[in-house]
Structure formats: structure tokens, C-alpha cells
């Protein structure tokens, strides 16, 4: 099969991680007989510079035109002092408008391999887990109205959802649940928010309309905030509204120990979505061959997933890396505490390279 990936490398380690990727894809591509063709646009602050806006026309028309998007990390210090819709970070929420994505996907799953990097007391981290939040991107309240009265020392956000803009992230999050464990926990405040009792609802009706087979709880979101530290083992998938996925998707990342193991894809009607790592353009290190790049060769795994319908080869990629971490290879920011060596970014991306001949 042929597809087009749109590449937006953005800023800092951003081109050094999406290059490693690409020959990851281009690797995957030759031993299943497919045909990726990448073409690169510029998105944050190389675009600032080269266009004078984080999001260029050109960049949402080939992004538009593309079957997918894989996208490095956008921002750094040099663009710091601009403000407002000047930003490099206004480029990611341009693209997920222009793309109409509403849906952002998480997974957060511990690596055998890495459970002395996990925070979690070791009895927690031996049982492993694998979760997947399922995140309402575009509503409640992040977009709602908002203001302050007129002499500025009261404030107000609001907190909106309709049944449309539930259900269609819900049936999201339970698609992928018949994939997985078929377990589904819904996250809400119900005890406190209207909105929560239309979610509630809602994710309700759709279960027992179109979902019988997958099993549906709910949880409050203290609690669940709770549990994701207690006992992670108990969820399969999670979905939530737009702030309660913001806070959980960090706090279960975090867990897993390393912040350059943890992909997202963003969703929305299309087959076409935007997949990327979760960690920032590290300008930290950018430049220093030090960026892990595996965050962002799972995003492809998750594109060719949820994209492109190309499970077996997205299991072979996550396969591929899951062994190499077992066989002990590690970069800079995975590395046991005291080891003397590691690998560079360009090396791990050589082992899995070479551990998928
Ligand atoms: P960051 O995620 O870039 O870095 C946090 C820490 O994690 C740094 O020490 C960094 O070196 C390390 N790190 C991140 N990715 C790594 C990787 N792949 N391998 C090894 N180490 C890695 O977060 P930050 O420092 O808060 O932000 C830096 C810039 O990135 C800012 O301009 C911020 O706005 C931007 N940012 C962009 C995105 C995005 O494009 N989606 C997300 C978050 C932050």
C-alpha cells in the first residue's frame, strides 16, 4: 500500500528525532512492501523565521493533503519573548483545527524492561500495566466562555459539552477498547457537574446501544487520580473530558519513568490523524545527539495503526523496540542510576534498525 506522510520536524531535537523515525518507517515499509513518501514542512518557530508565522498556509495545505502527520516538538528559547497567536505553540493548535482533530490518545504503559525507572512502589510496578487515555480535545472548558468582571477581581471559565461532542469521542475510546482488553472507564465529576451527568449519560447510552461487548465503569476523577497511582494494572481505557485528560494523561506518563518513551496521536473524523511524541523540543539538548527517539517512533507505530489500518507492521515496530530496551539498551535520559554508558539518539535508532533485519 502507498501512503503520504506529511513530516513537521518543528524546532530543537524535533529534526533528529522525526529523521530517525522516517528511517524506521522507510525500514518497515521495505520488508512489507509498502510505499511511504514523506514530504517535510515547517511548523513553531523555524517557520517564525523562515515566514514570519508558527503556521504556514503551505504547511496546513500539505498537512491537509496528506494521509497523516508526524510531528517532532515545536518552541525553544529564541522565540520566548513573542507572545499571543505569534507563538511556536500556536502551530498546534492551528493544526489540530485545520484537521479538525478532537480526540488525543495517550497510551501510558510500563516497559518490563524499564520498571526500575517507574515511581511507583515496586510491588505496583511489578503487576505492569498498559493504559490508554482517550482525551476530548476541542470542548469544555479550555473553549468555553470565559472573562473577568469589570474591575478585574472575579473571574469565570465555563465548562460545556453537548451530546454530539460526547459521542463522538466515546465511540472513539470504545473502538479501541474491542481492540484491547474490551474494558472502558469513563472519567467524570457526576457527583458535582451537570456536565458530568450529560457525560455519564451519555457514554451510558452509546455502551448499551453500541457496545455491549465492551465493559463500561465510571470513576470520579479524585479517585481515579488516585488509582492511576495505586493500582494502574485495573484500566485498560480511559475517556475523559478535555481538563480531567489534560491532568491524568501527565500524571500517568509520569509514572512510566521516562518522558522520551510516551507517543499521542491525535484523532478526529478522518482516517487522517497527527502523531507525535509528548515531550517538548528539549532545546536542552538539542543538537547533542542525546534526544531519544523512541516517543516519536511509537507515534508512527500508533499512525499506522490508527491511519493506516497496518497492525502487524505497528506491532513489529513496538516489538522491535520493546526488545531492545530488554536487551538492555538504553539513551542518556533511560539509563539506570550510575551506569558509565549509553547509547546516543543516532546509535539507539541504529540498534532498532538493525534489530528489525
Ligand atoms: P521538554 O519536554 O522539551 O523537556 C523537558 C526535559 O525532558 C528536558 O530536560 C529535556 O532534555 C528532556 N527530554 C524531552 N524529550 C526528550 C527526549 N526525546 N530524549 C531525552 N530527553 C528528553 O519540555 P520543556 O523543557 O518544558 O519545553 C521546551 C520547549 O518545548 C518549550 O519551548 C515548550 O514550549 C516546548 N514544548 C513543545 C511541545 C510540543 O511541541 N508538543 C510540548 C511541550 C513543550
Given at each position: 500500500m502507498e501512503f503520504n506522510i506529511a513530516l513537521v520536524p518543528g524546532d530543537g531535537i524535533g529534526p533528529e528525532i522525526v529523521g530517525s523515525t522516517v528511517k524506521v518507517l522507510e525500514k518497515t515499509a521495505s520488508k512489507f512492501g509498502h510505499t511511504f513518501n514523506f514530504t517535510t514542512y515547517l511548523a513553531g518557530g523555524c517557520a517564525i523565521d523562515e515566514y514570519g508565522e508558527p503556521l504556514p498556509k503551505v504547511t496546513v495545505d500539505g498537512c491537509l493533503a496528506s494521509d497523516s502527520v508526524l510531528l517532532g516538538a515545536v518552541g525553544g528559547p529564541k522565540w520566548d519573548h513573542l507572545s499571543g497567536n505569534s507563538r511556536p505553540e500556536k502551530a498546534l493548535l492551528g493544526l489540530r483545527k485545520a484537521l479538525g482533530l478532537y480526540t488525543n490518545l495517550r497510551p501510558a504503559a510500563l516497559q518490563p524492561a524499564l520498571a526500575s525507572a517507574c515511581v511507583l512502589r515496586p510491588d505496583i510496578a511489578e503487576k505492569g500495566f498498559d493504559l490508554m487515555?482517550?482525551?476530548?480535545?476541542?470542548?469544555?472548558?479550555?473553549?468555553?466562555?470565559?472573562?473577568r468582571n469589570e474591575s478585574g477581581n472575579a473571574a469565570f471559565d465555563t465548562e460545556a459539552y453537548s451530546v454530539m461532542e460526547i459521542e463522538r469521542v466515546a465511540r472513539r475510546a470504545f473502538e479501541i477498547a474491542r481492540k484491547r482488553r474490551k474494558h472502558l472507564t469513563s472519567i467524570d465529576k457526576a457527583n458535582v457537574l451537570e456536565t458530568s451527568?450529560?457525560?455519564?449519560?451519555?457514554?451510558?447510552?452509546?455502551?448499551?446501544?453500541?457496545?455491549?461487548?465492551?465493559?463500561?465503569?465510571?470513576?470520579?476523577?479524585?479517585?481515579?487520580?488516585?488509582?492511576?497511582?495505586?493500582?494502574?494494572?485495573?484500566?485498560?481505557?480511559?475517556?475523559?473530558?478535555?481538563?480531567?485528560?489534560?491532568?491524568?494523561s501527565d500524571e500517568a506518563s509520569q509514572v512510566t519513568g521516562s518522558i522520551g518513551l510516551l507517543a499521542s496521536a491525535s484523532l478526529g473524523d478522518s482516517s487522517r490523524g497527527m502523531y507525535e511524541p509528548i515531550h517538548g523540543s528539549a532545546p536542552d539538548i538539542a543538537g547533542k545527539d542525546l534526544a531519544n527517539p523512541i516517543a516519536t517512533i511509537l507515534s508512527a507505530a500508533m499512525m499506522l495503526r490508527y491511519s493506516f489500518n497496518l497492525s502487524e507492521e505497528a506491532d513489529f515496530i513496538e516489538q522491535t523496540v520493546s526488545k531492545v530496551l530488554q536487551d538492555g539498551w538504553r539513551t542518556a535520559d533511560i539509563k539506570e542510576p550510575g551506569a558509565e554508558s549509553w547509547l546516543s539518539g543516532s546509535q539507539m535508532t541504529e540498534k532498532i534498525l538493525s534489530e528489525m533485519e
Open positions: 487515555i482517550v482525551r476530548e480535545l476541542t470542548g469544555g472548558i479550555y473553549f468555553g466562555e470565559r472573562g451527568r450529560l457525560w455519564r449519560e451519555t457514554v451510558h447510552r452509546l455502551g448499551q446501544t453500541e457496545f455491549p461487548d465492551v465493559l463500561l465503569d465510571d470513576m470520579y476523577v479524585d479517585n481515579a487520580a488516585m488509582q492511576i497511582i495505586r493500582a494502574p494494572s485495573f484500566f485498560d481505557v480511559i475517556v475523559t473530558s478535555n481538563m480531567f485528560g489534560d491532568i491524568l
